[in-house]
């Protein structure tokens, strides 16, 4: 662990692979970011798992032990600070978040969402895009609002839709690129090089809007 690297509380739910893809760019050096803390809602998420074997600190929360959301998101304001938590990044975090939390948290709380938004907010999205006919789907990373699945765009990486796709099969194919994504957001903006600008995220110098492929090389 060297000093100095953002520090990163990532919000989870369930299976925790975006977790694993931040733990493991982070266990390189020369990454900008570090997990700090996980916070999930469920006591049996499999991404507490990864965090434990990580040696990453976690912290569950379930929403039905507090008076009401506000309550609920105060108090995990109060875990996140605790841990020194700079950028909160959510990581199939199943739960609606209000303005206690989102407001706090403002420019400081990112998402990734399995579709090129702002087409497919919400749930279900490989198997929309099939439905809607689209060559093209992927992933976003997106600073957070509170109308949900909207803020301005940090990366986007796009995937083919091929002929005899099912939603699973072109949601590992997404999978596979919100692994790669999710580590670039965070170092575009660990490296200081993300200025928000209204309703869009400039990214400064070199990169604009739609990220090219060569900048989700691991190597770039
Ligand atoms: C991902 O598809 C992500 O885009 C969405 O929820 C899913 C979480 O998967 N927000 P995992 O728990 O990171 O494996």
Known sequence: MTGGRLRLGVLVSGRGSNLQALIDAATDPGFPAEVALVLSNKATAPALDRAARAGVPTVTLAAKGFADKAAY?????????????????????????????????????????????????????????????????????????????????????????????????????????????YPLAVRLIAEGRVRIDGDLARIEPGLDACVPAAALNPAG
Do not use: K
């Open 73 to 181: 998101e105060q108090a995990m304001n109060a875990a996140l600070e605790a841990a020194g938590v700079q950028l909160v990044c959510l990581a199939g975090f199943m739960r609606l978040l209000g303005p206690t939390f989102v407001e706090h948290w403002r420019d400081r709380l990112i998402n990734i969402h399995p579709s090129l938004l702002p087409a497919f907010p919400g749930l279900d999205t490989h198997a929309r895009a099939l439905a809607a006919g689209v060559r093209f789907h992927g992933c976003t990373v997106h600073y957070v609002r509170l109308e949900m699945d909207s803020g301005p765009i940090l990366v986007q990486a796009a995937v083919p839709v091929h002929p005899g796709d099912s939603a699973d099969s072109l949601g590992d194919r997404v999978l596979a690129m919100e692994h790669r994504a």
